[in-house]
């Protein structure tokens, strides 16, 4: 896949439909992914959620219509999908810094423009990772289905809730799945747990997650936990994936943490991908 035209892609579609009510499954249906794997790809690409794209870059557009013409605040609001004139005027102030009556006024906006994503080649810094196939296998896991908009926010609150809890402590928590849904959705299944076989049976509020055979790229992610991973996610998304000759399953993801002390600047965890030769 060709992660920055499907970026762009989605772009263009938002830019279409910035005065319709569209979702996060919209969007990723457009461009045939899961909506998690797009609203992660396009955060790390551009550093800013779709929603905040969206948002801005309505305001941006209702700015410019106010100035541009003798139209009604509500008329404005309501275009760019606002539920009413007193939301409309909440998020507009706050995004520009006066309100839509003192933009008619003659008072001067802020402006985002449109989104082009695009390849800068920068630094010689080096990415450590191996190429390695994999048989099928199966996971123990704690599960829950997260919504991909908001996973960023809760999934840490599943971690802390999984050590908090005294008969999942029993359970070797090193692997965090990512098991994704089928595109066009709103959600997918994380996981937290091992590998089925360092448990015997499976416990109350486990169940297992079968891995289809694939080959994996694993990087290896060095410094303190999150912060390493979330670098090696957004420098996988920005430097590896769109000149590597392999490409992305948007299938499983693994992050592997390893024995050690994940606050220590030496610490070492891995992410894992299922992959395919261009």
Request: glycine share 6%; with cysteine.
């Amino acid at each position: 896949m060709d992660w920055i035209r499907t970026i762009n892609n989605a772009i263009a579609y938002m830019e279409n439909h910035l005065t319709d009510e569209i979702t996060l499954a919209d969007i990723s249906k457009h461009v045939h992914l899961s909506a998690f794997h797009f609203q992660r790809a396009f955060s790390l690409l551009t550093e800013m959620s779709p929603a905040e794209y969206l948002r801005k870059r309505r305001l941006s557009q209702a700015g410019a219509d106010l100035i541009g013409g003798d139209v009604k605040v509500i008329d404005v609001a309501m275009r760019y999908c606002y539920e009413s004139p007193e939301s409309f005027a909440k998020a507009f102030t706050r995004f520009h810094g006066v309100s839509p009556m003192q933009v008619k006024k003659g008072s001067s906006i802020q402006f985002m423009n449109r989104f082009t994503v695009r390849i800068t080649i920068e630094g010689g810094c080096i990415m450590e990772y191996k190429i390695e196939k994999w048989e099928a296998m199966d996971l123990l896991m704690h599960a829950e289905d997260f919504p991909a908009e908001t996973s960023e926010a809760e999934i840490p609150k599943f971690w802390d809730a999984y050590y908090a809890n005294a008969e999942y402590r029993k359970i070797p928590g090193y692997l965090g799945l990512c098991a994704q849904q089928k595109a066009g959705g709103d959600t997918f299944r994380y996981g937290i747990g091992c590998k089925a076989s360092d448990v015997e049976g499976v416990p109350e509020g486990f169940e297992i997650i079968h891995i289809p055979e694939y080959t994996w790229a694993v990087f290896k992610c060095v410094g303190p936990t999150p912060t390493a991973i979330q670098t090696m996610w957004e420098r996988i998304y920005k430097e590896w994936l769109p000149v590597s000759d392999y490409e992305l399953i948007p299938d499983y993801d693994i992050e592997n943490y390893l024995p050690g002390d994940a606050s220590s600047s030496d610490y070492v965890s891995e992410i894992c991908i299922p992959v395919r030769k261009k």
